[in-house]
């Protein structure tokens, strides 16, 4: 199959933007326009999405608690749901 070149222009910032999402989903700019382009004349339509999911702070700082707290002895265990439940349910502050 014979290639040809495709010039796009875009803002600077926005391209810098992309080829690092590009390298972090482990695939070229050239590529991701080549698989936009083939999908689009496929199904006729903008048909996907590719995100690359980075938590925010607030997620950071929870996943780093509960991996705290998971190597706490002194952190209080519970053998089920249910008994957690209960535990909070008969506290009252609920």
Known sequence: MATTNLTI???EELKKQFDHFCEEIGMSM????????????????????????????????AMLEAERLS?????????NFMEAFDEVMSDGQI
């Not at 936009?36 to 903008?46: L, N, Q, S």
């Not at 002895?73 to 053998?79: F, Q």
């Open 9 to 11: 222009r875009m803002d």
């Open 30 to 61: 050239g590529t991701a326009m080549t698989i936009f382009a083939k999908t689009v004349v496929k199904e006729g339509r903008i048909p996907f999405e590719l995100s690359v999911k980075t938590p925010n702070r607030e997620t950071i700082e």
């Open 71 to 79: 190597r706490d002895p002194k952190t209080k265990r519970y053998s």
